[in-house]
């Protein structure tokens, strides 16, 4: 099974307009993080915003916030007042911490964002 | 520029050829990653050291794949007998944590190597 599923390979939305980027994910251990990254075409990572298992309330970072459903396995990002800039691959990735070991990432295949003007 | 630096941006190499690529972790960091990314796929793992060693190592990284992290500093990559399988973006990143887990990690613009 997927461990992370983003189910919207392309996304448009219009400047100024808010949006919000699909994340599930799957795991039995009960700690863990999840990130968000921007991936624009020059290829950088570029950390957005991080959600902890334990964290009771949901993250935000500037115009970035996470909605995170803990029960349903759902960690949305809903970017808000969107710039045409924020056109890029966004990729939702997940640290299980449980086990004594590399805390590596794994990601989901990514949404493509398309800021119209 | 305080970030993870790659070297060099761009590979173009001929089938069965070895290539090294290099990265330099932010200073202060005692995490390494090595991911590698496909078109149309998010990154996936490839291996991971904590300072000079080098605990992890996925499936996906096959015999012909090295990894390096002479003194905890800066890491490299090697392919040897290059496929164009390997055809891929090749990404680094690094994070600090004295225990446990630790928050983000930091990825470099990456390598994109072509196997022609």
């Known amino acids: 099974a997927q461990k992370i599923t983003q189910t919207q390979p392309g996304m448009f939305v219009q400047e100024k307009e808010a949006v919000t980027l699909d994340c599930t994910y799957d795991t039995s251990d009960p700690s863990y993080g999840l990130f968000w990254y921007k991936q624009p075409s020059s290829g950088e990572m570029i950390f957005l915003i991080y959600q902890g298992s334990y964290d009771q309330q949901n993250a935000t970072e500037g115009r970035y916030s996470l909605n995170f459903q803990k029960a349903r396995k759902s960690a949305n990002l809903v970017i808000s007042a969107s710039q045409l800039g924020d056109s890029a691959m966004y990729f939702c990735?997940?640290?299980?911490?449980?086990?004594?070991?590399?805390?590596?990432?794994?990601f989901g295949k990514g949404t493509k964002l398309s800021v119209i003007p | 520029d305080t970030g993870v630096s790659q070297d060099p941006r761009h590979k173009i190499t001929k089938r069965g050829q070895n290539v090294t690529f290099r990265c330099d972790p932010i200073s202060e960091h005692n995490r390494l990653y090595w991911y590698r990314q496909t078109l149309g796929q998010g990154p996936e793992f490839l291996t991971y050291f904590q300072n000079e060693a080098q605990l992890e190592k996925s499936r996906l990284l096959s015999d012909r794949f090295s990894a390096e992290r002479p003194k905890g500093s800066f890491s490299t990559l090697e392919i040897q007998r290059t496929e164009q399988g390997d055809s891929a973006m090749y990404l680094c990143?690094?994070?600090?944590?004295?225990?446990?887990?630790?928050?983000?990690?930091?990825f470099g613009q990456g390598t994109r190597l072509t196997v022609v």
């Open positions: 990143a690094s994070s600090f944590s004295t225990t446990g887990a630790s928050a983000e990690a930091f």
């Open positions: 990735a997940m640290r299980e911490d449980s086990e004594a070991g590399s805390y590596q990432l794994t």
